[in-house]
T-cell receptor, first 113, second 112 residues
Framework: DAGVTQSPTHLIKTRGQQVTLRCSPK?????VSWYQQALGQGPQFIFQ???????QRGNFPDRFSGHQFPNYSSELNVNALLLGDSALYLC????????????FGPGTRLTVT | DAKTTQPNSMESNEEEPVHLPCNHS???????IHWYRQLPSQGPEYVIH???SNVNNRMASLAIAEDRKSSTLILHRATLRDAAVYYC?????????????FGPGTRLSVLP
């Protein structure tokens, strides 16, 4: 079992650009959550997808959007990038309803210049 | 969301037990206590969770106070690989869609 995988590992973008990050959940998992982790801080919840719909959203602007595909994989899109969007973006997957533990991927390090 | 408070940092010697405290005085009856840890350059990983009774697994033990207002994660013999940031998180067991709310956690240093 490959666990949760994310791509790319690192990414450098310029202010104003758009970025798409990808996540494949652990086998058997159907729920995907996205988190943003700034340097030296704990992860902050962005949103969660279940059955291809956004089920819950944290305090992030509409520039952050996502999608879940029928195979449960997911994408995080960020438009009009700001310098403050530089962070580690983590994807976590869990089984139906996410009742218990979440399994995190290694993250995508996004740098906005 | 019910909040937790943890010390910013702790230090331990290798092969000695480590007790990581967490206070959660506003915990509700349906809140599970979860512990995750984040090793350098990795995503967080699940350590243990519990509701009322003490819990043991291959990684650690979780001791929960009788009033549930505090808990302690116990690493029985710290190794260098246990150096990480440890997060104590509360999550409502009845709210399947509830996300995990991470605080700053406790940074554990393990000295050889």
């Amino acid at each position: 079992d490959a666990g949760v995988t994310q791509s790319p590992t690192h990414l450098i973008k310029t202010r104003g650009q758009q970025v798409t990050l990808r996540c494949s959940p652990k086998s058997g998992h159907d729920t995907v959550s996205w988190y943003q982790q700034a340097l030296g801080q704990g992860p902050q919840f962005i949103f969660q997808y279940y059955e291809e719909e956004e089920r819950q959203r944290g305090n992030f602007p509409d520039r952050f959007s996502g999608h879940q595909f029928p195979n449960y994989s997911s994408e995080l899109n960020v438009n009009a990038l700001l310098l403050g969007d530089s962070a580690l973006y983590l994807c976590a997957s869990s089984q139906t309803g996410g009742k218990y533990e979440q399994y995190f991927g290694p993250g995508t390090r996004l740098t906005v210049t | 969301d019910a909040k937790t408070t943890q010390p910013n940092s702790m230090e331990s010697n290798e092969e000695e037990p480590v007790h990581l405290p967490c206070n959660h005085s506003t915990i509700s009856g349906t809140d599970y206590i979860h512990w995750y840890r984040q090793l350098p350059s990795q995503g967080p990983e699940y350590v243990i969770h519990g509701l009322t009774s003490n819990v043991n697994n291959r990684m650690a033990s979780l001791a929960i106070a009788e009033d549930r207002k505090s808990s302690t994660l116990i690493l029985h013999r710290a190794t260098l690989r246990d150096a990480a940031v440890y997060y104590c998180i509360l999550r409502d067991v009845d709210n399947y869609g509830q996300n995990f709310v991470f605080g700053p956690g406790t940074r554990l240093s393990v000295l050889p």
